[in-house]
């Protein structure tokens, strides 16, 4: 019985420590940019909500139907993100109807085809974050 608690519990950090901070924390994700509204002095966040929901996510084998069932459709992250009281079984019929808003609109969806493609982004933009950004220019 310990051992398939261990089995859970790392199957559980495995998913929420590696793969939700992949599809926000890339280098082709927006990062909304934070500024202080002159006349009130509160933090304000430039840009349009629902723009900034597909724009700093990013979907990954939204048609695999591993991905699907056993990470809870969170490979439809937009989706999750613009219908966050939506049950996740309707991601995958939504999902099409957000592609073809966002193209409509001209709203960049940095998606990628496959989960390995994901966790290279997640890895290749954790390495040169590492690095002093004078070096990078």
Same mark, same amino acid.
């Given at each position: ?10 199957? %559980? ?5 590696? $793969?939700?901070?992949? %599809? ?18 509160? =933090? ?6 629902? =723009? ?32 966050? %009281? ?16 966002? =193209? ?9 085809? $496959? ?14 974050? %590492? ?7």
């Amino acid at each position: 019985m310990v051992a398939f608690q261990l089995l859970i519990d790392c199957a %559980g950090s495995y998913v929420f420590g590696l $793969t939700l901070p992949a %599809g926000h924390y890339t280098s082709d994700v927006a990062w909304p940019t934070i500024r202080t509204d002159e006349k009130t002095g509160q =933090k304000m966040i430039d840009g349009e909500w629902a =723009k900034l929901q597909v724009e700093s996510t990013k979907d990954y084998a939204v048609h695999s139907p591993y991905f699907k069932h056993c990470f809870g459709h969170i490979n439809n992250h937009a989706v999750h993100h613009l219908f966050p %009281g939506l049950h996740y079984m309707h991601y995958e019929e939504i999902y099409p109807i957000v592609k073809q808003v966002c =193209k409509e609109f001209n709203v960049k969806s940095p998606d990628v085809g $496959t989960y390995s493609e994901l966790l290279h982004d997640y890895f290749f933009n954790l390495y040169h974050m %590492g690095y002093d950004p004078k070096l990078l220019m």
